[in-house]
Nanobody
Framework: VQLQASGGGLVQAGGSLRLSCAGS????????INWYRQAPGKQRELVAAITRGGGITNYADSVKGRFTISEDKPKNTVYLQMNSLKPEDTAVYYCNARRLTPWGDFWGQGTQVTVSS
């Protein structure tokens, strides 16, 4: 499984960005797709998750109501729509795919999101 993240950039506070995570390879075995982020000096944190094909979503409290994770199955792509961005959202964002059986944990490269105040 290969993941390609894109869509990061520099945006002013209150603005929006949409991140994309395009999957290839044996993606049909994937159960959950996650977006994580890591700010300088901080631990990587889970931002949002979606079950592949089932559409069940979960969000960190800090982004609820502002971020939306969605899946485009024909395009094998998961999106993270980020609205009302805040400076504290500044981080490198990573997409991650998990397979339960057999266990697999796959990561894309990060994409930088910078929110200026």
């Amino acid at each position: 499984v290969q993941l390609q993240a894109s869509g990061g950039g520099l945006v002013q506070a209150g603005g929006s960005l949409r991140l994309s995570c395009a999957g290839s390879g044996n993606i049909f075995s994937i159960n959950v797709i996650n977006w994580y982020r890591q700010a300088p000096g901080k631990q990587r944190e889970l931002v949002a998750a979606i079950t592949r094909g089932g559409g069940i979503t979960n969000y960190a409290d800090s982004v609820k109501g502002r971020f939306t994770i969605s899946e485009d199955k024909p395009k094998n792509t998961v999106y993270l729509q980020m609205n009302s961005l805040k400076p504290e959202d500044t981080a490198v964002y990573y997409c991650n795919a998990r397979r339960l059986t057999p266990w697999g944990d796959f990561w894309g490269q990060g994409t930088q999101v910078t929110v200026s105040s």
